[in-house]
């Protein structure tokens, strides 16, 4: 319930299982292979609670353990960047 946003205030009379149920949709909008989503059509299903939802594959992004038992690994990524310049005609 901590996600809803405060500016919506008493508008939103939204069930805790209503909220876990958006929120497990979004996780099954932004897999990271476009195969493992969701159609829009199906989407509406789950929604509506005519579908049963299945289970998110692992986030794109999730922290791994890198294999040190230590604890102190640390999360790395190689982020490369291109920088465009915008010019108006």
Do not use: T, W
């Amino acid at each position: 319930m901590e996600l809803i946003d405060e500016s919506l205030g008493e508008s939103v009379a939204l069930a805790e299982a209503d909220v876990l149920r958006c929120i497990h949709i979004g996780l099954l909008c932004v897999q990271d292979r476009a195969e493992d989503r969701p159609e829009m059509s199906l989407i509406v299903l789950m929604l509506n609670g005519e579908k049963p939802l299945p289970r998110p594959r692992e986030p794109a992004f999730y922290p791994h353990q890198s294999g040190s038992s230590s604890g102190n690994s640390k999360l790395q990524s190689n982020n490369e960047i291109s920088m465009s310049l915008l010019e108006a005609r």
